[in-house]
């Protein structure tokens, strides 16, 4: 069983910059797993950020990006708001239509 | 715009069964992928079925396979989740997803509160 990886929790000064990241439990995350993230906050539905790797979807603004960096995909938020608060899950697709979420990570702004 | 809303949730007990629904607006659902994602409280998102647009493709995970049913109306503009033998860890919000046409979901309902317990 293939196990999705993200930090758990991750801390962010207001106006910092963090990476987030999504591996997996054996091999390493390509392009080919079209890694896409997602937004959560508490009682909300998820809100679709990044797909395909670096795709921004529409209205999700450039201090969001994603990229591949090493053997895992990568989220990274430049100049950290209040309201980036948020819980971050990535999915990575395993082929024939199964889809994997990583565990979550937590992201606070302090 | 495009808008997914679920419905049917509610209390069921252990062994028992629900159909919940998603309408979609805004698009035609004839023309999309979707999926169901779930998330039982405090927990992370677990993707748990495919559709294809005309639902000759389906897919489940390993953890609802043999007891959840993946179904569309395209007249309808519906999707269902038929589910059935529920257990306490199928308690969750359910999530209908639009599938994105890499491999992701776009647009994602309000979700529909199943609760299985006695």
């Known amino acids: 069983q293939t196990v999705v990886t993200q930090e758990p929790s991750f801390s962010v000064s207001p106006g910092g910059t963090v990476t987030l990241t999504c591996g997996l439990s054996s091999g390493s995350v390509s392009t080919s797993y079209y890694p896409s993230w997602y937004q959560q906050t508490p009682g909300q539905a998820p809100r679709t950020l990044i797909y395909?790797?670096?795709t921004r979807s529409s209205g999700v603004p450039d201090r969001f990006s994603g990229s591949i960096l090493g053997n895992k995909a990568a989220l990274t938020i430049t100049g950290a708001q209040a309201d980036d608060e948020s819980d971050y899950y990535c999915v990575l697709y395993m082929g024939s239509g199964d889809v994997v979420f990583g565990g979550g990570t937590k992201l606070t702004v302090l | 715009e495009v808008q997914l809303v679920e419905s049917g949730g509610g209390l069921v007990q252990p062994g028992g069964s629900l159909r919940v629904s998603c309408a979609a607006s805004g698009f035609t659902l004839s023309t999309s992928e979707m999926n169901w994602v779930r998330q039982a409280p405090g927990k992370g998102l677990e993707w748990v079925s495919y559709?294809?647009?005309?639902?000759?493709?389906?897919y489940y995970a390993d953890s609802v396979k043999g007891r959840f049913t993946i179904s569309r109306d395209n007249a309808k503009n519906s999707l269902y989740l038929q589910m059935n033998s529920l257990r306490a860890e199928d308690t969750a919000v359910y999530y209908c997803?639009?599938?994105?046409?890499?491999?992701?979901?776009?647009?994602w309902g309000q979700g529909t509160l199943v609760t299985v317990s006695s």
């Open positions: 395909s790797t670096n």
């Open positions: 559709i294809s647009r005309s639902g000759s493709h389906i």
């Open positions: 997803a639009r599938a994105g046409a890499e491999y992701y979901f776009d647009c």
